[in-house]
């Protein structure tokens, strides 16, 4: 059942270049994203004048992500909520908002019932599910499957890679029905998409290198992620995933708010993992770099591969392929992935199985 592979994690995490295939290229018709299987039409997309995305946990994640790079590319508003704080407000949606729910299982019960209360506040409900047939995937007005095939191990790899990758699909047909983009943009944007594909199997094959890296983190209590801007709703997933199955706390902070408090927890004890993808903040996040530097951090930073660095900004380097900007996330997924799981095994832990957590949370 695991192929071969010590764990259920390190298989999933193997098999994403293959689930991002699945979920995306039978939904490209002449380069373009095309929902007329999935019967989802165009008007779900150019009915709205909002975004309100919830979800729990990875999902939510992969939520934030999909908003930072939703809102610019689509000029209207995209809200993330957390489905256990949604479902009991009384929240600013009605029938000009477009609910999109993430949900691997499509069990999820604070999920399913934030998804009803949006139902009943007139929201059309579009759901992101993994799981055929689940009771999020039968309630939801529209549903657009993720083709993971069934993820075993507790930490959610695999399915968070195509919910990103089914979310950029809806961003870009929503683009493009709305006038955003011209088909030529759009199918250029579908292109880059693709490219993250080998891209992420550059980093699987990195795992030698990345395992070696986590000496520096399996002795620490506590450790940083920063980021700024998608990079910062990346290191909110890393966070997780090394809290999840290494019990080392982790936190994750938009790097330009470390200096408002956080920055006194910055020792030589605390490692921080320093994510700077993005070319518009990329000078910004290398000074949060070098103030946690000067209060004797140890640094690993994630780059694209042609990042300029000056000497001694980081302790260890690690470069991603040179992609679009809006898509690094999928091999960073996979760096952070490999970290957690590294600093799991390590450690000797039950990478798959981590204590109190259930893969499906269905009760309160
Ligand atoms: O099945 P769902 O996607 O609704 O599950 C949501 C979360 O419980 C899940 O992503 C959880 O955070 C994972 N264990 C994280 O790895």
Not at 12 to 41: C, Y
Not at 259 to 272: D, F, M, N, Q, R
Request: neutral net charge.
């Amino acid at each position: 059942m695991k192929n071969g592979f010590p764990h259920f994690m390190l298989k999933e995490i193997h098999e994403q270049p293959e689930a991002l295939r699945n979920t995306i290229l039978p939904r490209l018709s002449k380069g373009l994203p095309d929902f007329t299987d999935d019967q989802i039409p165009d008007d779900v997309f150019t009915s709205c004048s909002q975004i309100h995305i919830v979800a729990c946990g990875t999902a939510m994640h992969a939520g934030m992500a999909a908003r930072s790079m939703m809102e610019p590319l689509l000029r209207i508003p995209v809200t993330v909520s957390v489905a256990s704080e949604f479902r009991y407000e009384e929240p600013l949606i009605g029938e000009d908002t477009l609910v999109i729910i993430i949900s691997q299982s499509g069990e999820t019960i604070d999920t399913l019932a934030a998804m009803r209360l949006a139902k009943n506040y007139g929201a059309a409900a579009l759901s992101v599910v993994n799981v055929k047939g689940s009771t999020i995937a039968r309630e939801s007005d529209y549903t657009l499957y993720t083709h993971a095939g069934p993820e075993i191990a507790v930490a959610s790899t695999k399915a968070y890679s195509v919910q990103l990758a089914a979310l950029y699909m809806i961003g870009c047909r929503m683009a493009l029905v709305r006038g955003k983009y011209s088909v030529p943009q759009a199918t250029e944007f579908m292109k880059k998409l693709l490219n993250a594909i080998p891209a992420m199997e550059a980093m699987i094959a990195q795992k030698d290198s990345i395992k070696a890296l986590v000496t520096h983190l399996i002795n620490k209590s506590d450790a940083f992620f920063i980021g700024r801007g998608l990079d910062y709703a990346f290191s909110l997933e890393g966070a997780l995933k090394l809290k999840e199955i290494s019990y080392i706390h982790a936190e994750a902070y938009a790097a330009g708010e470390l200096k408002h408090g956080t920055i006194a927890l910055i020792t030589e004890e605390v490692p921080v993992i320093a994510i700077a993808t993005q070319e518009k903040v990329f000078a910004k996040t290398i000074s949060n770099i070098r103030e946690v530097k000067a209060r004797g951090a140890f640094v690993i930073l994630i780059t694209k591969e042609d990042a300029v660095l000056d000497r001694g900004v980081a302790d260890i380097h690690i470069r991603i392929p040179k992609i679009g900007d809006r898509f690094t996330v999928f091999p960073i997924a996979v760096v952070l992935q490999l970290i957690a799981y590294y600093a799991s095994t390590g450690k000797n832990l039950d990478v798959d199985q981590p204590r109190n957590l259930a893969k499906s949370v269905t009760v309160e």
